[in-house]
């Protein structure tokens, strides 16, 4: 028999929509030597 195991959802990520200046947008950070920047472009494809 396997041996049993508790999930616990609120440990670590609790699902949900956060408002995005939260959580990703920091209007005072300044960027360090260390950053690295990137930009993608997405072309649509067909389909």
Sequence with gaps: MSPQTETKA?????AGVKDYKLTY?????????T?????FRV?????
């Design 10 to 14: 609120s440990v670590g990520f609790k």
């Design 25 to 33: 947008y920091t209007p005072e950070y300044q960027t360090k030597d």
């Design 35 to 39: 950053d690295i920047l990137a930009a």
């Design 43 to 47: 072309t649509p494809q067909p389909g």
